[in-house]
C-alpha cells in the first residue's frame, strides 16, 4: 500500500542519486540532501502531498528536517511507518 | 586599499553610475500616482501574452479550452508579480546591508537611487497582486543556513553571488516585462506596470552588469582555488534553473482549475517545447555569462 512519504523518497531519490535508503532521522538540511534551491520545490511537492499550501515563511527549519519530523508535522494519521523500518 | 575597493573603483564604474544617477533623477517618477487601477481587470482576456505562459508550444497547452487559459494568464500573471515581491524584497535586503559598507563607496550613490525605485517596484507588484488576485503567492524559500556556492565566510564570493542573483533575477523579469509592455492585446494597467518596470530595470540591468563583471575579475585574479570558483559557477547554472522553475507553480494550476499540478508542472518542465522557450527567455543572461567568462559553456 503507497504511504504519503513515498513521493518525498522517490523526489529526494532523484535528486540525489547516489544516496541510498534515507533513515527517518537523518538531517536532510545539514547533510544537503535538500538546500536551498531545491528546498521551494521540495515544499511544492509536499503541499501537492498533503493538498493544503504551506506558509513556509511562518515555520521553523525544524518541521522540515528529517524524513520523521515531516511526517509528523505534515502527514499525521498516516498508516504504518515505511520511512520508520 | 581593500579587495572590493580594488575591484570597484574604476573611473569606468564611476562615470557609468553618475550617468545612471543622473537619468534616475531626471527620470523620477511618483509611482502612487502613475497607475490606473480599475477596479477589475477583464476576465475574458489573457493577462499575461501567450507566448509567456508555461504551458505555451505544449500538447496540453493545446488542450485547453480559450476560458482555461485566461484563467490560467490570471494565476500566472499573479505569480509571476507574487515572484517579483518576494525577489525584490531579497535584493533590498542585501543591497541596503552593503550600500554604505567600505568597499562600495562608488556605488552608493546609485544604491540609493536603486534601493528607492525597488521599494516603489515592490509596491506596484504587490498592490497588483492584492487588488486583482486577492493574494500574493507566498514565497517558498527559508534560510537553511547553508552556505550556498561555495561562499563560506568568504565575504567575495558572497558579494559576488548577491550582484549575480539580483542581475539574473532582474533579467528574466525584463524579458518579460518587455514583452507584456508591448503586447497590446493586455489592458493597459497591465502594460503600464510592465512599461514602468522596464524602464527602471534598464538602469539597474546596466549598472549590475558592470558590478558582477568587475567582482568576477576580482575573484579570478585573486588566488582561490579553482574548486571554489567551480562550485560557485555550479551553484549559478542551479539558481538560473531554479529561477525558471519557478514560473510553473503548481499553485497557479489549482487555482486555474487545473488538478495535479505538480505532476504537470514535472511533464511541461521536460516539454522539448518549454525548453526551446527556457534558451529564449536566458539568451541575453547566457550571453553575459559567456561573454565574461563567468559560465564559459552555458
Known sequence: MPHPLDPIRAWLAEKNPTVGEIPPDTDLIENRLIDSLSFMEFVMLLESVTGRDLPVETMELSQFRTLAAIEKNFLPGTPGTPCAS | MSVLTRALDTPELRELLDRLSEKAAADYYNPYRTFDWPESLPSDRLWMSPDLLSVQGTPYGESLSGEQLCALSRWESINFYSLNVHGIRELLIEVTRRIHRPGFEPTSEFFHHFI?????????????????????????????????????????VADFLVFARILIFEQIVDYYNMRMAADEDLAPTIRAVNRVHHQDESRHIACGSRIVELLWRSLEESERPAEQLDALRAYLRRYIATSVENFYNPACYRDAGIPDGFALRSRLLADPARQEAHRRLLSRTNSFLRRTGILADC
Open chain 2, 116 to 156: 528607492g525605485e525597488e521599494n516603489e517596484h515592490m509596491w506596484f507588484f504587490a498592490r497588483f497582486c492584492l487588488n486583482y488576485g486577492g493574494k500574493i503567492y507566498p514565497d517558498r524559500s527559508l534560510d537553511l543556513g547553508q552556505a550556498t556556492g561555495g561562499s563560506g565566510s568568504d565575504p567575495a
